[in-house]
């Protein structure tokens, strides 16, 4: 039982590790771009780029095709940063600059 364990431990630690790097693409990106506007250009373009090459190496590993594995992670992930930015402009959340004090 103990080795159900340890594969265990690996995928979680192999997850977060990927999450991680996978999370901080994009912040990189974006982290020295004044212009807000240029911001989230950089940092859709970064996201989109580190959606298909982690889905490239992940079907790659897998032993899949790794055009169906990139265009699969694009696509998903694409639609999941579309779908939350739409609910944050359904729900007026702040975009651009943070709001004016008066």
Known sequence: WLCCWCDALQASWTSALAF???AGM???AGAFIADWHWRIASVCLVS???L???GAMGAALGGAKVWKGALRVLVGGSLSMGITYGIGAA???VVGPSLQLS
Do not use: C, D
Request: glycine letters at 6%.
């Open 48 to 50: 989109a780029a580190a």
């Open 20 to 22: 991680s790097i996978g």
């Open 26 to 28: 994009p912040l990189l």
């Open 91 to 93: 729900f007026a959340a």
């Open 52 to 54: 298909a090459l982690l």
